[in-house]
């Protein structure tokens, strides 16, 4: 799958993209948590 | 001499060459001298592996699987070649090191019970990017890795999700997506059996 497979995935929503998104709010969210990403307002 | 069986699903049409590379990998791990028994294409079926074992009783051995996987069983294009209802007593005094998604619920579970020392699996369902395939192999072999340098079970473990981290940590940007799939990875790796368990209880792996 190709990153613009991936976009096209988010973009209309497929179980799929939902995934993908999931996935990466996951990894932000994990990041925070392990002090690995700062948010800055 | 120590006994190793693999087996791989390198004919895969997906994941073959992910399978593969994780056998090739491993065996470049062992420095030892050990006998492999290695188990792909044709004879990855129930009826091969189930003579193989029975060969084998009475002996340690690690057994390695490449393959998908589904709670019950680990599976290849020819069906299951090892299920919860296949006779697992061969795996008394042992330790089992899989790649195989959802294997980690009740086919490991079955195992431990069956005598099996140590289990390390995956209890979702774990992809890789093909682009990215050797950094996948090395962070689905860092748990052996650590075994095989003398560390208990739950370090291992413990190591191999910080191994995850540590990788994932390291790509940003577009490669974002390649880090969620190893966080995802990572929180679907599963140990079973004993925590203190060593290869060294079972023979000379290191």
Redesign the interface.
């Known amino acids: 799958m190709s ?1 613009n497979d ?1 976009l096209s995935h988010i973009r209309l929503q497929t179980e799929t993209g939902q995934q ?1 998104e999931k ?2 709010l ?2 932000t969210i ?2 925070l948590m ?1 002090n ?1 990403e700062n948010l800055n307002g | 001499m120590d006994k190793i069986i693999l087996a791989y699903d390198e004919d895969d049409a997906d994941a073959g060459s992910y399978y593969k590379g994780c056998a090739d990998h491993l065996v470049s791990l062992i420095t030892s001298n050990c006998h492999f028994t290695f188990i792909s294409k044709r004879n990855l079926n129930f009826v091969y592996v189930d003579q193989v074992l029975t060969d084998i009783s009475e002996h340690n051995f690690l057994f390695f699987a490449y393959s998908h996987g589904e709670k019950h069983q680990l599976s290849c294009g020819l069906g299951h070649y090892l299920s919860c209802s296949s006779d697992l007593n061969p795996f008394n005094n042992t330790f089992f090191y899989s790649y195989a998604c959802l294997a980690g619920n009740n086919f490991g579970e079955t195992l431990i019970r069956s005598g099996c020392q140590g289990f390390f699996g995956y209890k979702n369902v774990v992809n890789h990017y093909s682009n990215h395939e050797s950094l996948f192999i090395e962070c689905t072999n860092y748990g052996i890795k650590m075994m095989l340098q003398g560390d208990n079970a739950v370090t291992a473990e413990r190591k191999m999700k910080e191994n995850y ?1 540590e990788v ?2 390291n790509l940003s940007g ?1 490669l ?2 390649v ?3 190893l ?2 990875t990572r929180d679907a790796l599963i140990r079973l059996g004993r925590e203190d368990f060593k290869l060294s209880e079972l023979g000379e792996y290191y």
């Open positions: 990153l991936i993908f996935k990466l996951k990894l994990d990041r392990r690995k | 981290e994932a940590d577009m974002d997506f880090a969620a799939e966080l995802d």
